[in-house]
């Protein structure tokens, strides 16, 4: 079982940087998939990164493809997603999830947090 806490979301400008943090307990942390969704009001929930036990592969969206970077410390539990250039439509709740193997499918995930707010203002 693996418990997950968000945190880091903010208010930001366009063009401007933030970093959300993921916190797991339990002991299994080191091999599981870890990825960040997102939500934004009145749409669906979608892919945003992941990354593998070892951090030795790394997933993104086309959209946050080279402005997003996703990175884990095993020894500390802990999965970040570093966000630069910051766009308004990047404005979502952003949510840390876990399963066995890498996917960029919602519902192949088993573990969630409840989410962490971005807002991006123009």
């Known amino acids: 079982q693996v418990q997950l806490v968000e945190s880091g979301g903010g208010l930001v400008q366009a063009g401007g940087s933030l970093r959300v943090t993921c916190v797991a307990s339990?002991?299994?942390?080191?091999?599981?998939?870890m990825a960040w969704f997102r939500q934004a009001p009145g749409k669906e929930r979608e892919f945003v990164s992941a990354?593998?036990?070892?951090?030795?592969?790394?997933y993104y969206a086309d959209s946050v493809k080279g402005r997003f970077t996703i990175s884990r410390d095993n020894a500390k539990n802990t999965v970040h997603l570093q966000m630069n250039s910051l766009k308004p439509e990047d404005t979502a709740l952003y949510y840390c999830?876990?399963?066995?193997?890498?996917?960029?499918?919602?519902?192949?995930?088993?573990?969630w947090g409840q989410g962490t707010q971005v807002t991006v203002s123009s």
């Open positions: 990354i593998t036990w070892k951090g030795d592969s790394t």
């Open positions: 339990g002991p299994t942390f080191s091999s599981y998939v």
């Open positions: 999830a876990a399963r066995a193997l890498p996917s960029r499918l919602v519902n192949e995930y088993h573990y």
